[in-house]
């Protein structure tokens, strides 16, 4: 029944939000239409007076009589948690007061939400503010912020914490302090406490021990297996050490070879004591050989030799350490090159794999080839190939999976005739330097970077030499930006040996290079043989024309593009290989001056000269047991290594004053 009584033809009319029939001009008033606006003003107040519980997901919520006008307020009861994730109401988003992000919505709590037509979403309507979360407040203490109410904090109550400082540094626990607590301090804590050299604490120490005490000063590795302390007799230690070992001399390393024979065809250090030799013993079989070099202390040991199934007419041999019980062994014959994985258990070669060709399928020589470990199962190669007369020089990246090796070459460049050319890598294999020339008049030096089984040229210097003013070079790469190259020319007055520095810029293309200058006066047509020693130091040895059994050697540094030769010094060899040992020490090996064999001595190169050693090892000290054997006092406290022998390893060093 009609709220209203009409006249005819008249249409209802109702209110916006609640449909309450309203009163047109010349209508009856009907009672039974009166009740039922009442009654639906009754049903609406009644759901007005209580919360209504939210429909829908926790995400995607359903609310009853809502009006989407800026400014509509509306309170519901929360059914489900959305854990901060975007929600909306009635298919329109909700978010914290001005903002775009999704409040958090708590299963069973009350939610105060109001409209806003511009953003055309919900805002809720804050309880709290605030950005503190639980972690930022003491435990047990409550507090609320643009989330939630009544939420509990969780940050632990260290109150006053004392620190006492030690040799490590000391985490300061995490939580609440009360400012109460501190470090500890020590009036001893004074610079003529502390020696002089050390700082603690950033008071720099004064004390000098050897100031009231007259002798001789010098630093010692503490002996294995020894503790030493500050003011301790101390004794040196012999039969280990250079101390009682005697001039330094030549040690055989190798059993006499025949005629015809090289005692020494390849080397490759296995660690800083330990040297693989390949060589070959006889002409009648072929075969070739190798056997582990133990330098232990003061003397060279061999070990067993391991007769390989490789023999022929073999030119040029290498070998390059893959891992520790790897070793590849690269070989010539007839012109084409093999390889072949030589596995190692201890100090003893025990088996190899098979002989593979890494250009199977390739019919062309192989001359002047240079080669570099990179990983465990990768080494890079250098050299020339002569295809149809014409010559190309070529990095080729090898890879090595059981006993096959699969080259990945990168053509350097391509020619009719090279004259000369040299290759030096850094000890990682992933960076070479070359030197090449031609028939067109140019002599280049290039850098070359490689990334997996990619070859990149970086850099690139022509020398403007012509091939005929440079008899032979060796060229040497000190580290990733740093070369020394050195070359056999004529200047105009003989050829003599000079040496150059070269410098490749980290960041660009531009490369510095270096005036040659003269490394000896006499006409030079010896090999030159190089090994560095530290990032920018290298040791060389040479022989000189007419001087028979004579090697000199010096030390050559490096500072950016500019280099350095020091005083050479010479000795009665024929031994002129080299392979870095530990720190600055290097073994030098060859035929001996006066004998078919094998020799080896000691080099080191610990500041601008060479020096021959009998021993690998330093002098070193102990705790003396008695007044007889009392050498000096130690001026510092040390310990010594943990091992002696073929394995002998420092650790700590001490100044011992000895007398004059």
């Not at 090159?337 to 062309?364: C, H, K, W």
């Not at 531009?510 to 005036?515: C, F, P, W």
């Not at 530990?582 to 000269?609: C, Q, R």
Request: hydrophobic share 35%.
């Amino acid at each position: 029944m009609e709220a209203i009584k009409r006249g005819c033809g008249l249409m209802p009319e109702y209110t916006a939000n609640y449909k309450l029939q309203k009163q047109q001009e010349n209508e009856f008033v009907n009672i039974n239409g009166l009740n039922e606006n009442f009654d639906i003003i009754d049903a609406t107040l009644s759901k007005i007076s209580k919360l209504e519980k939210a429909g829908g997901t926790a995400t995607a919520i359903t609310l009853e009589n809502i009006t989407e006008e800026s400014g509509f307020l509306k309170t519901f009861l929360v059914s489900n948690n959305n854990n901060g994730a975007e929600t909306t109401i009635n298919g329109k988003p909700i978010y914290k007061p001005g903002t775009t992000s999704s409040p958090i919505l708590t299963e069973g709590k009350a939610a105060t939400i109001w409209f806003d037509e511009n953003g055309d979403c919900f805002f809720i309507k804050a309880s709290a503010e605030g950005n503190a979360v639980a972690a930022n407040v003491l435990a047990e203490r409550t507090f609320s912020n643009s989330d939630d109410t009544g939420i509990v904090g969780s940050m632990e109550n260290q109150g006053a914490v004392i620190i006492k400082p030690e040799a490590c540094n000391i985490a300061i626990p995490k939580g609440f302090h009360n400012g109460e607590g501190y470090v500890l301090g020590d009036t001893e804590l004074t610079s003529n406490n502390i020696r002089k050299g050390v700082n603690l604490f950033g008071v720099e120490g004064s004390l000098d021990p050897m100031s009231s005490i007259l002798g001789v000063t010098k630093a010692y590795y503490a002996y294995a297996g020894d503790t030493i302390s500050t003011g301790d007799f101390v004794k040196f230690v012999t039969g280990v050490a250079g101390v009682g070992a005697g001039e330094a001399e030549e040690r055989q390393i190798l059993p006499e070879f025949e005629s015809g024979c090289f005692p020494v065809l390849a080397a490759t250090a296995l660690s800083s004591t330990e040297v693989l030799l390949c060589y070959m013993e006889s002409v009648l079989t072929g075969h070739l050989k190798l056997v582990v070099l133990t330098i232990d202390g003061v003397e060279f040991s061999i070990g067993t030799s391991y007769t390989t199934a490789i023999w022929g007419s073999i030119s040029c041999v290498y070998l390059v350490k893959l891992s520790n019980t790897s070793v590849a062994l690269v070989y010539l014959i007839t012109n084409k090159i093999y390889s072949a994985v030589m596995n190692l258990s201890g100090t003893n070669v025990v088996s190899e794999g098979s002989r593979q060709r890494i250009y199977p399928n390739d019919e062309f020589a192989v001359y002047s080839l240079s080669i570099a470990p990179i990983d465990s199962e990768r080494f890079v190669l250098y050299g020339m190939r002569t295809i149809s007369e014409i010559q190309s020089i070529y990095f080729t990246v090898c890879t090595v999976g059981g006993s096959n090796t699969e080259g990945f070459t990168t053509q350097i460049c391509s020619n009719s005739t090279y004259y000369y050319h040299s290759i030096s890598f850094t000890p990682d294999g992933l960076t070479g330097v070359c030197l090449y020339s031609n028939d067109l008049g140019g002599t280049y030096v290039e850098r070359y970077v490689i990334t997996g089984t990619t070859v990149t040229k970086t850099h690139s210097i022509n020398l403007n030499k012509s091939a005929a003013s440079i008899n032979s070079c060796a060229l040497f790469t000190l580290n990733s930006y740093q070369a020394i190259l050195i070359t056999n020319e004529n200047v105009g007055d003989g050829y003599k040996n000079y040496y150059r520095g070269i410098y490749f810029e980290p960041d660009n293309v531009k490369s510095v290079l270096v005036s040659p200058a003269l490394l000896m006066e006499e006409e030079n047509y010896g090999s030159i043989y190089g090994c560095v020693v530290e990032e920018n130091k290298m040791l060389i040895q040479y022989t000189k024309s007419g001087l028979y059994n004579k090697i000199f050697a010096r030390i050559v540094t490096i500072d950016r593009e500019v280099p350095t030769a020091y005083t050479a010094s010479q000795r009665n060899s024929n031994v002129c290989n080299l392979i870095k040992l530990e720190g600055t020490k290097v073994l030098a090996f060859g035929a001996g001056a006066s004998s078919s064999a094998a020799f080896g001595i000691v080099l080191n190169a610990p500041g601008t000269e060479v020096e021959c050693l009998n021993y690998l090892y330093e002098t070193q000290v102990a705790k003396s047991t008695s007044n007889d054997d009392i050498n000096g006092i130690a001026l510092d406290a040390a310990v010594g290594g943990i091992s002696i022998g073929a394995n002998a390893s420092h650790n700590q060093i001490t100044r011992v004053i000895s007398k004059l």
